[in-house]
């Protein structure tokens, strides 16, 4: 079962969550300071991490009957936009955003619901462009 998840996947939620965390710092006019920056990269990509994490669980667990590239991509999305809202309003109501309100909490959840839809996007499309390479690959083996 471990042996189908994928670490790359884990790892890219890092950089999602770090993406996230920047970015919601710019929008929600934080003071800049280097300090405060990274830190937000650390907090939010280890937040992505943890998200990503679950995310690859869940997949793990999903019935390969559904291993259709367009059905996994999707399901990826559903999982981690569900993932991720939990954890958001999570680390809300148990305090740990407490500097926030209900209005910078919905600004955080759109970005980050933007970027990870994005990110999955570009995913999806980086393995469309993938397999067609693949595919022209194989076709000229064949000829030859």
Do not use: C, H, W
Not at 19 to 26: E, H, K, L, Y
Request: glycine share 6%.
């Amino acid at each position: 079962m471990f042996e189908k998840i994928s670490i790359r996947n884990i790892l890219f939620s890092f950089l999602i969550g770090a993406i996230i965390g920047i970015t919601n710092q710019i929008i929600l006019n934080s003071p800049i300071e280097i300090g405060s920056v990274l830190l937000s990269i650390l907090i939010s990509g280890t937040t992505g991490l943890f998200i990503g994490t679950i995310v690859e669980f869940v997949l793990v667990l999903l019935p390969i009957s559904i291993a259709k590239p367009s059905s996994y991509f999707f399901i990826n999305n559903i999982i981690a936009l569900f993932v991720t809202a939990i954890v958001i309003l999570g680390l809300y109501f148990y305090g740990v955003l407490k500097n926030m309100n209900a209005t910078d909490i919905i600004i955080v959840l759109i970005v980050a619901f933007a970027i990870i839809v994005l990110a999955n996007t570009f995913d999806f499309f980086r393995y469309k462009k993938t397999n067609m390479k693949l595919m022209e690959y194989k076709a000229k083996r064949k000829f030859k």
